[in-house]
């Protein structure tokens, strides 16, 4: 069973702290892994895809890492803005279908 | 440029009672999803769609059933609902994997029910 595994479950921030938040995945047969940040009371919204291991990508002060088994969430010297649930999600075959399984997510809060 | 539209955003049942919850988005896109998303459960599929008039099981699709009459709507039926499924209910679409080789999902902004 594909498992995603997301931590520390929460987190503060004083503003231009920099810091990183952990997915580690058990999945057969990875097709790619999301990156999803949502805020409260609204649907999550797409951030990064990331499909084989060593690949990068970037946004403004986010930027994402994929090993074999798990990826890096860093961020970059944070504004309150970027307060909001980071949610982690990894697409796999299943069923003959192709499967999109999500984390429980990272709460993250960046004072001012 | 709409997206992905749930209605309706509140709705309070009685056990037993029945309900619907519509879907639609303008994006001309061919698969469609709805998730529930609990408090330590993340967001979990319950049924989803590759096309029009077709429809699959997800995760948990039990007590739940589904129409995709239409390619821009897709509908999340309770017929009698219990507490357990008392939760946030997200649609969400994405182009085939054809087309994009990733299933990068457009959410809607949800859909709270709760169940007395």
């Known amino acids: 069973e594909d498992q995603v595994t997301q931590s520390p479950e929460a987190l503060r921030l004083q503003e231009g702290e920099s810091s990183s938040l952990n997915c580690s995945y058990t999945?057969?047969?990875?097709?790619?892994l999301f990156w999803y940040r949502q805020d409260p009371g609204k649907g999550p919204e797409f951030l990064f895809t990331?499909?084989?291991a060593g690949e990068e990508k970037e946004k403004e002060r986010l930027k994402a890492t994929l090993t074999k088994k798990e990826s890096f969430l860093h961020i970059t010297a944070p504004k309150p803005e970027d307060s909001a649930t980071y949610l982690c999600?990894?697409?796999?075959?299943?069923?003959?279908?192709?499967?999109?399984?999500f984390g429980t997510g990272t709460k993250l809060q960046v004072i001012p | 440029n709409a997206g992905v539209t749930q209605t309706p955003k509140f709705r309070v049942l009685k056990t037993g009672q029945s309900m619907t919850l519509l879907c639609a988005q303008d994006?001309?896109?061919?698969?469609m999803y709805w998730y529930r998303q609990d408090p330590g459960m993340g967001l979990r599929l319950i049924h989803y769609?590759?096309?029009?008039?077709?429809?699959a099981k997800g995760e948990v699709p039990d007590g739940y059933n589904v129409s995709r009459l239409k390619k821009q709507n897709f509908l999340l039926g309770l017929e009698s609902a219990a507490p357990s499924q008392t939760s946030v209910y997200f649609c969400?679409?994405?182009?085939?994997?054809?087309?994009?080789?990733?299933?990068?999902?457009?959410f809607g902004a949800g859909s709270r029910l709760t169940v007395l």
């Open positions: 969400a679409s994405s182009y085939s994997l054809w087309e994009s080789g990733a299933n990068v999902l457009t």
């Open positions: 999945v057969s047969g990875l097709r790619g």
């Open positions: 990331l499909y084989s």
């Open positions: 999600a990894v697409q796999a075959p299943w069923e003959g279908y192709q499967k999109v399984t």
């Open positions: 994006m001309n896109h061919e698969y």
């Open positions: 769609s590759v096309g029009e008039g077709t429809t």
